[in-house]
């Protein structure tokens, strides 16, 4: 996936901040979805990138949102950050067995108003090691729901590449 195809499947009216916020993304790869949340906020806010091995640079980050790259476990280690506006977990939620457990760990983290973006595959089949725990967009929904979530809304969704379920990216907030 291209930077702009990134940016394109997060895009949302709630991204569109003109306030300073403050941001995670957890199991951040190599920046790609970093760099796409980057350009949807305004110069001054921050972003935690966090994964096991984190690049040592995001490419493509908008000028003006400082990137803060934390080499760690984001299922297992605790978070350093407080109070964050969003959290965003592209292709990494899939990782994580214990997701209602999960989920109370990052609303820790979160102001209450805090928002959390999901980019997923549209699938509940396991790929041993690659994917081992995916969640189709209808148990992301359930998931949330059961957790006190009330507005979980599908924003875009495009073909894997791989071709074995589509891509969404979902908005969550309570």
Not at 40 to 68: C, E, H, M, N, R
Request: hydrophobic share 35%; proline share 7%; net charge neutral.
């Amino acid at each position: 996936m291209e930077l702009n195809d990134a940016i394109q499947l997060i895009q949302c009216d709630q991204l569109s901040q003109t306030q300073i916020s403050n941001w995670a993304d957890l199991g951040c790869g190599q920046g790609l979805f970093t760099a796409a949340l980057s350009h949807f906020l305004p110069p001054g806010s921050q972003i935690y990138a966090v994964d096991q091995k984190p690049p040592v640079t995001v490419k493509g980050v908008k000028t003006g949102v400082p990137v803060t790259i934390q080499r760690s476990d984001f299922i297992n280690d605790p978070f350093t950050f407080k109070q964050l506006d969003g959290i965003i977990i592209a292709n990494a939620l899939h990782y994580v067995r214990n997701k209602e457990s999960f989920i109370k760990k990052i609303k820790d983290c979160m102001k209450p108003e805090g928002i959390l973006l999901v980019v997923e595959y549209d699938t509940d089949q396991p790929v041993p090691a690659w994917v081992p725990y995916p969640t189709s967009y209808k148990t992301l929904q359930q998931l949330f729901e059961s957790q006190g979530y009330t507005h979980i809304n599908k924003l875009q969704e495009r073909p894997s590449v791989y071709g074995r379920a589509n891509i969404y990216a979902a908005l969550i907030h309570r």
